[in-house]
């Protein structure tokens, strides 16, 4: 989820991680606004709960600077409607460079104050990837990909995910959190708690 701030942290780290522990990653983009509006919220809980929302963006702050990733800074509007940047990332996914595309996209909206939900600024993201904004977009607007994110996001639903980054092994177990990132992928490596 490209809105989710935490899943920006993970983002960058899950590859690496993965690597340094002989993990296969599967990655999944989905949309947690249907799982919110299930639960009768109609936004993030880090906008209903102002406290827990200046918590986070301090918490983020702190552990962006720990993993030596790039400045934290929340990007308004609050939650970024990211249906777009998902369907991207799914294509790239399936091209082969979905990581790549991934990191970018959480990169402008969580570090550079650009906002995903722009147009423009998927265009130059994939641009920057070296890649053609106009056969991208045409692509992320076909239904199998439509399909695809729908699947994907009813998938986490049904999984019972309550946010994102969420992590599930190939056993089943599931992991919240960019602070259970290790404790995902150890699980997954065979070296369960």
Known sequence: EFASTYSFLTALRMEGEAEK?????????????????????NTSPFVL??????????????????????????????????????RLALVALEEGWGMAAIKALFTAQHSENRSIAD??????VISALSHAPERLRA???????????RANSDEAAALGLI?????????????????????????????KM
């Open 163 to 191: 946010g994102a980054p969420s992590f599930v092994t190939a056993d089943g177990e599931i992991f919240w959190g960019d602070d259970r990132l290790e404790d995902a992928l150890d699980w997954a490596a065979g070296k």
């Open 49 to 86: 709960d102002e406290a827990k929302g200046r918590y986070m963006v301090r918490d983020i702050e702190r552990r962006a600077h720990r993993h030596g990733l790039p400045p934290f800074h929340l990007n308004a509007p609050f939650p970024v409607h990211s249906v777009a940047a998902a």
């Open 119 to 124: 147009p423009k600024v998927l265009d130059a």
């Open 21 to 41: 522990r002989g993990v296969a990653l599967i990655v999944k983009p989905f949309l947690l606004g249907p799982i919110f509006v299930a639960k009768g919220w």
């Open 139 to 149: 692509r992320m607007n076909e239904a199998d990909i439509k399909d695809r994110l």
